[in-house]
């Protein structure tokens, strides 16, 4: 049988049970993995990840159950499981329904490339190399203290009682390098460097390589600065470690259910800088995180967060967009099939401004720019404080030189 042969199984079998609603998810993926440590290859190896689950409601009763078997014995026993667990549980007052959609989902552009699908242990070691070899040829006081290649392709299929019925392949590919530098005896902060992708033809180990070479010797001789008080620029990763998290936590609807977002209660209001415009896109093409459907089957979309500093709307799984009377907005996920759907954002997309980063640095009397933000960020409040572990200080418009580890 294949996935999705599987899944509709399932759900038969749940309906056979006496279940009022069920729905099912399986997933299959294969990953080939490279590890290095101090430069040299570590280990190699290549997985098999698969399994099913089922969601069943009686009498708003909610079972759950899963196997990493794919048999139809295993399937059946999953499902009885499943009911059992439902039968023994407390009624949810809360439930609606599992989701219902006459939308057909579109797979967004990008997500699937064959070329990932054949690469073996080999081939993802060659690449590994070619990015250990560019760090040495990029800069010899530059070492790879650790890093991974990840080759990864998956399939999902999901069904449920209300007519959903979906299967995609995706695949993708990361890798990332942790490289120091040496001179004169004296060592650099690690610096860490990193690219995904879901297309091959977009990955460049050398870049890989060069970049995390000269982060690193950029790196080398910090020094400290008296305590002041002064504007912060951060790169990609800490922004999206301290702003990022925060937004999304803010407009997840569990949150705002949970009276745990800053935000609850504030759709149409200004909660944020006025030149913030940020969406959530779950059909990016090449997007990490794009697909045609959610982990419910619910079709992605592309949801208004921010704009203009104003509050558009909450991120929605199908329980919460129930409970809020509203609609889905194809954000439930699940870490695998082992657990649960909750509600997550898919691509993030904070839309640029109209300032170059050079531009920004020179119109900075005193700050710092931060590429890593090691800390705690809380989400409820918006509060934040960490160490800047590969900063750089700026005066007078100018970056001067690495800082060491500064409290933020």
């Not at 599992?98 to 242990?121: M, W």
């Not at 996920?333 to 954002?345: A, C, F, I």
């Not at 009397?365 to 918006?382: A, T």
Request: glycine share 6%; net charge negative; charged share 25%.
């Amino acid at each position: 049988m294949s996935l999705q042969d599987r899944v509709e199984y399932a759900v038969r079998k749940c309906e056979k049970l006496g279940a009022s609603e069920a729905e099912a998810y399986a997933q299959k993926q294969r990953v080939v993995e490279i590890v290095l440590e101090r430069g040299e290859i570590q280990s190699e190896r290549t997985k098999i990840h698969e399994g099913i689950s089922v969601r069943l409601v009686k009498d708003k009763k909610l079972g759950f159950a899963y196997t990493s078997t794919l048999s139809e014995k295993e399937i059946e026993k999953a499902c009885e499981a499943a009911f059992a667990l439902a039968r023994a549980s407390a009624p949810n007052p809360d439930w609606i329904s599992l989701p219902k959609t006459a939308e057909t989902p579109t797979s967004p552009e990008g997500i699937f490339d064959p070329r990932i699908v054949e690469l073996q242990g080999t081939d993802v070691l060659n690449l590994a190399i070619q990015a250990a070899e560019a760090v040495k040829e990029k800069d010899k006081r530059a070492a790879i203290d650790d890093g991974k290649f990840t080759a990864a392709t998956g399939e999902t299929a999901i069904a449920n009682t209300h007519g959903i019925g979906c299967v995609e392949k995706a695949t993708v590919f990361s890798c990332y390098l942790v490289c120091i530098a040496k001179e004169m005896g004296k060592a650099s902060s690690m610096v860490f460097e990193y690219e995904i992708t879901r297309s091959l033809g977009k990955l460049s180990p050398t870049q890989l390589g060069e970049k995390a070479a000269e982060k690193a010797v950029a790196s080398l001789n910090p020094k400290s600065v008296p305590s002041f008080t002064g504007k912060v620029l951060l790169d990609t990763d800490p922004a999206a470690a301290v702003l990022a998290y925060t937004i999304t936590n803010s407009v997840n609807a569990e949150n705002v259910q949970r009276k745990r977002s800053l935000w609850a209660e504030k759709i149409g209001e200004e909660v944020a800088s006025p030149v913030l415009n940020i969406v959530d896109d779950g059909l990016l093409p090449f997007g990490v995180y794009s697909s045609a459907f959610d982990d419910e089957g619910v079709p992605r979309r592309k949801t208004e967060i921010l704009t203009k500093g104003v509050l558009k709307g909450f991120l929605h799984n199908s329980f919460t967009a129930n409970k809020a009377n509203t609609a889905s907005t194809g954000n439930a996920y699940r870490q695998d099939y082992t657990t649960l759907p909750t509600v997550l954002s898919s691509n993030m997309i904070i839309q640029p401004g109209d300032k170059t980063l050079e531009q920004m640095i020179s119109e900075i009397d005193k700050g710092i720019i931060v590429c890593r933000f090691s800390g705690n960020v809380r989400p409820e409040s918006g509060e934040f404080s960490g160490i800047a572990k590969q900063a750089s200080f700026i005066e007078n418009g100018e970056v001067k030189h690495a800082l060491k580890e500064t409290m933020i």
